[in-house]
Every structure is written in C-alpha cells, then in structure tokens.
T-cell receptor, first 108, second 116 residues
C-alpha cells in the first residue's frame, strides 16, 4: 500500500525565515499531491494542489515543488510569521492518504 | 453556504454504547469522505461516497462502523458497541467531482469522541 512520510514531527524557525517541509512517498505514482494546514482542534484546511506534470506551484508566500523521480514534495513558506505556526499535512490523491504532519513553530 | 458542518462537536460516551455523528457537506459537493484522526497522527481514511453510493470502505472500518448518505446530501457515521480505542476525532470532508483538481477537500471541524 502507499506510504507517505513527512520529514519531522516538529520544525522551529525564526520569524522572517523560510520554512521548508518535506513529504516523501513510496509504492505509488500519484497524479497529484495536496498540502493542508491544521490548527489544534480544527479540521485540515486545503492550501495547494500540485499535479504530477507540474514542477512548482505558488500561492502568495507558499511554494510547493513535486519531484516524481525522487517521489518527494517540498513545501516552502517564505517570510514566515508566528501566525504560520500550525501542523502541515501532505496528502496523496486517491482517498487522500495523509502523512502525520509536521508541526511548524515560528518564533518572533 | 457556511462550509462543512459536523454535529456534535464533542461526544462523551460509555464503552458499549452506540453513537451517531452527522455531516452536512457543501451543498454542491457530490463527494463525501469520513476520516478518523488521533493525536499526533494524520487523518486516516474510513469511507467515501459519491452522491448516495458508498464507493469505498477502509479495512479500518470494522463491522461496528457504518456510514450512510441516503439522499446524496448529509451523511451519518454510526459506531456500535463503542470501545476505548474508538476515541478520536472524526472528520468529514467534501469535494466536487466537477472541480476535483485545484480545490482539494473541504473539511469540517470534526466530532471529538471520548469513550470512557
């Protein structure tokens, strides 16, 4: 079955820096991959979707890359702010198999 | 439309009791999903409806779990003879087959189940 792993449980960075989160997957070749943000006690909120034929997608301060050879997606938040502190989840298509998330803390 | 609504937000039940949760998706979305999430884990897929048809069920969904979407609108998830291991957040999400690319899933705020 497909497996999806996110690089670390927690990432702490200083305000203004770029946060980079990693998502690796195995045993699958997804047509697309999604990133979500989840705040404590709330459901995930959709951020970005990138298709297999797209190398990069941007939305405001967010950038996602998708390398189907490495089976990896990178999620970047530039000029990070304390309000960006949350858990970020990646998900493969098909029933949206989710990773366990990376909890980002941006310190002022 | 105010998004995906789930009811109740919290449910505390005694072991062995039956519980039912409700999900009202975004009205124009024909796809509906149920997930279960425990602390520190990502959401785990339980089941998926397209309109009123239940197209897929996870192996996680034991015979104590049942989901319905009778008219292709709201959905219910019932857990019979609850066990302490059922304690989790139950999330509902919806999406449109028509706009599946680019829009992701819209999740509700979940129902937090505690089995004591």
């Amino acid at each position: 079955s497909q497996k999806i792993e996110q690089n670390s449980e927690a990432l702490n960075i200083q305000e203004g820096k770029t946060a980079t989160l990693t998502c690796n997957y195995t045993n699958y070749s997804p047509a697309y991959l999604q990133w979500y943000r989840q705040d404590p006690g709330r459901g995930p909120v959709f951020l970005l979707l990138i298709r297999e034929n797209e190398k990069e997608k941007r939305k405001e301060r967010l950038k996602v890359t998708f390398d189907t050879t490495l089976k990896q997606s990178l999620f970047h938040i530039t000029a990070s702010q304390p309000a960006d502190s949350a858990t970020y989840l990646c998900a493969l298509e098909v029933k949206s198999t989710f990773g366990d998330g990376t909890t980002l803390t941006v310190k002022p | 439309d105010t998004g995906v609504s789930q009811d109740p937000r919290h449910k505390i039940t005694k072991r062995g009791q039956n519980v039912t949760f409700r999900c009202d998706p975004i009205s124009e979305h024909n796809r509906l999903y149920w997930y279960r999430q425990t602390l520190g884990q990502g959401p785990e897929f339980l089941t998926y409806f397209q309109n009123e048809a239940q197209l897929e069920k996870s192996r996680l969904l034991s015979d104590r779990f049942s989901a319905e979407r009778p008219k292709g609108s709201f959905s219910t998830l019932e857990i019979q003879r609850t066990e302490q291991g059922d304690s989790a957040m139950y999330l509902c999400a919806s999406s449109s087959e028509k706009y599946s690319f680019g829009y992701g899933y819209t999740f509700g705020s979940g129902t937090r189940l505690t089995v004591v």
